[in-house]
Nanobody, 123 residues
Framework: QVQLVESGGGLVQAGGSLRLSCAASGRAFSEYLMGWFRQAPGEEREFVATITRSAVSYYADSVKGRFTISRDSGKNTVYLQMNSLKPDDTAIYYC?????????????????WGQGTQVTVSS
């Protein structure tokens, strides 16, 4: 069993930055594919970024060049650095993990989820 706890959300002006953190409990953090998703009101949950067990990262086109995902196995934590934020980035951001896939971009492929953290970008 894995528990994920996100932090770092908040209110920021357009063009600003935030860093989200996701602390994972349980063993074998390094064996998990870790991902970030987001969900805006009335919208489906969408893929943002993922980082493999070997620390290779993949991004949605909408955030490529602005967001950076990273992981620290010593701290059992995955991060999402978000720069040049836009109002369209406003959403609840969720951390997720799975051991079933080497690479995954669909929410259905992830087994464990955090409670989410709100990010609001004002114009």
């Amino acid at each position: 069993q894995v528990q994920l706890v996100e932090s770092g959300g908040g209110l920021v002006q357009a063009g600003g930055s935030l860093r989200l953190s996701c602390a994972a409990s349980g063993r074998a953090f390094s064996e998990y594919l870790m991902g970030w998703f987001r969900q805006a009101p009335g919208e489906e949950r969408e893929f943002v970024a993922t980082i493999t067990r070997s620390a290779v990262s993949y991004y949605a086109d909408s955030v490529k060049g602005r967001f950076t995902i990273s992981r620290d196995s010593g701290k059992n934590t995955v991060y999402l650095q978000m720069n040049s934020l836009k109002p369209d980035d406003t959403a609840i951001y969720y951390c997720a993990s799975t051991r079933r896939f080497v690479l995954a971009r669909s929410p259905n492929q992830y087994d464990y989820w955090g409670q989410g953290t709100q990010v609001t970008v004002s114009s």
